[in-house]
């Protein structure tokens, strides 16, 4: 099927409705030439095009610590919606992840 669409911040809006079967597959995509900034070697290793960091190993350390943290939190996460009472630094980790799906949400990444 051929149809047309509009790619408006990382996500392509079709002008014609469609459902889909699958919520995931591959398409072909022609995008004119004056319309791309940098290209990637399509012949390289795709994790290649994801950016790496090289962290320090207190930056290390401070993540290992949040996620030990938020490993914490998670383990009884559900199990009594009603009566589970958060320290204030733990309702601050749920804000941040709460406005961090958000934002995903809105750039129609996955969360």
Same mark, same amino acid.
């Not at 190993?57 to 914490?72: C, G, N």
């Not at 320290?87 to 961090?100: A, G, L, M, N």
């Given at each position: 099927?051929?149809?047309?669409?509009l790619?408006?911040?990382?996500?392509?809006?079709?002008?014609?409705?469609?459902?889909?079967?699958?919520?995931?597959?591959?398409?072909?995509?022609?995008i004119?030439?004056?319309?791309?900034a940098?290209?990637?070697?399509h012949?390289? %290793?795709?994790?290649?095009?994801?950016?790496?960091?090289?962290?320090s190993?207190?930056?290390?350390?401070?993540?290992?610590?949040?996620?030990?943290?938020?490993?914490?939190?998670s383990?009884?996460?559900?199990?009594? %919606?009603?009566?589970?009472?958060l320290?204030?630094?733990?309702?601050?980790?749920?804000?941040?992840?709460?406005?961090?799906s958000?934002?995903?949400?809105?750039?129609?990444?996955?969360?």
């Open positions: 099927m051929q149809t047309e669409a790619y408006k911040q990382g996500r392509l809006e079709f002008f014609t409705p469609i459902k889909f079967i699958n919520q995931q597959f591959r398409i072909r995509v022609d004119p030439d004056q319309e791309i940098q290209t990637y070697d012949h390289s %290793d795709p994790v290649d095009v994801f950016r790496t960091y090289d962290l190993p207190d930056a290390l350390a401070i993540a290992e610590q949040i996620r030990q943290e938020m490993f914490e939190i383990a009884d996460f559900g199990s009594n %919606d009603e009566e589970m009472d320290t204030e630094k733990q309702k601050q980790y749920w804000d941040v992840f709460e406005f961090r958000r934002l995903r949400h809105d750039q129609g990444k996955p969360s």
